[in-house]
């Protein structure tokens, strides 16, 4: 079973702890033999939900939007990024070179046709700009690729 995430970044810690909660939780409802995450491993989400397949004995896939795309991300991030790039049995990339929103969306479109279903970290609100969670989520729905929401009830950007 292949599972893609895609999600909020940029969370407060609260809601963190509980989204963490949440995905460790939902890796539950797999048999981690079968469990492949596929993730574009950004801070936030994306690589906790890498972590918690590959703490659950399953497999990460990731997806690369651009060659820029390490460089965009937070540089405290670095270290967790490359542990989860080392990590993976499949690299998958665009072949774009900025780390544009162009860029992200087309990461997240391979992301989702990869994925057997998408998990969505998602407040249900609409993208903030283009490539945004509510884009992927819409993005699946258009290829027919089911969408888990979650979400901690009362919880805010």
Do not use: N
Not at 17 to 45: H, N, Q, W, Y
Not at 52 to 79: F, M, Q
Not at 95 to 115: F, K, M, N, P
Not at 133 to 138: I, L
């Amino acid at each position: 079973m292949r599972v893609g995430i895609t999600g909020h970044r940029g969370l407060p810690e609260s809601v963190e702890s509980e989204v963490r909660a949440m995905l460790a939780e939902r890796v539950k409802t797999f048999d981690p033999r079968d469990l492949v995450g596929v993730s574009c491993i950004a801070d936030g989400p994306d690589s906790w939900w890498a972590e918690a397949v590959l703490e659950a004995g399953g497999k990460i896939e990731v997806v690369i939007p651009a060659e820029e795309y390490r460089a965009s991300l937070p540089t405290w991030h670095h270290p967790l990024y490359d542990k989860l790039m080392q990590s993976a049995s499949d690299v998958h990339r665009t072949g774009l070179r900025e780390s544009t929103s162009e860029a992200h969306q087309a990461g997240s479109e391979i992301l989702v046709e990869l994925s057997d279903e998408l998990t969505a970290v998602w407040d249900g609100q609409p993208a903030r700009g283009y490539g945004g969670t509510a884009d992927v989520v819409s993005y699946a729905h258009q290829v027919g690729v089911p969408v888990t929401v979650l979400w901690p009830k009362g919880a805010s950007r």
